[in-house]
């Protein structure tokens, strides 16, 4: 059975030091993943609360917490394309998760067309620079969307993208518009979501495999992000390895959980903002199946 690991990276520090360490980890253990980069400007400073619910000081480092206010925002993809072309190499999927994180959260819900398709295609056009090829996917953060991006990761060629919450695969419909480019969404909760319920990392560990033991039929998809699980709770993320592997659960990358979906077969499900236990914000997810009785 898969189950695809989706790994947000936001800062400049984990692009140049998290991702290649977690990746070195993973690949030691026999685990794919998919990488999801912020490739601008590191304006972590500038929008702290999105950040997980972790000790943002331990996990992302003084640095990337002053990045765009009292520190200049480096410009990551720049800055640290040698580094992200590595994890590629490794043979992990790299994919977009933002051309500039903070600023997509804080602007995405209340953006117009113009806005939205800019940002989404200054991002696509810097990992065309950073990888030399197209990017075949895109992972909003903190699934974070609005109706225009969901209508150009068609546009842009996306062949599958992970930019919701829900149960399963699915074709978005967004207002009534069927998108052609299939949702992979995150399935289990996140860490941070489970430490802001109260558990410890023990229990969140028992938690995540508790809910790993019935999988929908295409298996999981969890979301680490490479500042949380490649620092500080790294050996959260080994127990969990640890775990799947005795469910016979294979962590794999978007691109291989994707193989083989007949998207004639998919379901098309109209897509929802709706709260999430420890998120701040309310994120897109799926929502009932389209026209649906």
């Known amino acids: 059975m898969k189950l695809a690991l989706r790994i947000e990276v936001a800062t400049l520090r984990g692009a140049q030091r998290d991702a290649p360490r977690l990746a070195a980890m993973l690949k030691s253990l026999g685990a794919g993943a998919t990488f999801l980069f912020n490739l601008g400007p590191d304006h972590t400073g500038r929008a702290l609360g999105s950040l997980p619910r972790v000790p943002k000081l331990k996990c992302y480092g003084a640095a990337a917490l002053l990045s765009g206010t009292l520190q200049p925002a480096a410009d990551v993809g720049a800055r640290c394309g040698g580094e992200m072309r590595a994890v590629r190499d490794e043979g992990f999927e790299a994919g977009i998760l933002a051309w500039d994180r903070a600023n997509w959260i804080r602007r995405v819900a209340r953006a117009d067309e113009s806005w939205t398709a800019a940002a989404m295609r200054r991002a696509r056009d810097r990992f065309e620079t950073v990888f030399g090829g197209p990017a075949l996917t895109h992972g909003a953060p903190n699934w974070q969307m609005n109706r225009y991006a969901f209508r150009y990761t068609q546009r842009l060629g996306f062949l599958h993208c992970s930019d919701t919450r829900g149960t399963g695969p699915f074709l978005p419909v967004v207002n009534g518009e069927l998108v052609s480019c299939p949702q992979l969404p995150t399935t289990l909760p996140t860490l941070d979501e489970l430490l802001a319920a109260g ?50 659960q294979q962590p794999v990358a978007l691109r291989d959980y994707a193989a083989g979906l007949d998207l004639a077969r998919l379901p098309r499900r109209v897509v929802v903002e709706q709260p999430m236990p420890g998120a701040r914000r309310a994120v897109s997810s799926e929502g009932k199946e389209f026209l649906a009785p």
Do not use: C, F, Q
């Not at 998809?221 to 080994?238: F, M, S």
């Open 199 to 248: 558990l410890n990392p023990d229990e969140i560990v028992r938690r995540l495999l508790e809910l790993s033991r019935k999988p929908p039929p295409p298996g999981h998809v969890y979301t680490a992000r490479a500042e949380v699980e490649g620092t500080v709770y790294e050996p959260v993320l080994r127990a969990l390895l640890a775990g799947w592997r005795e469910l016979d």
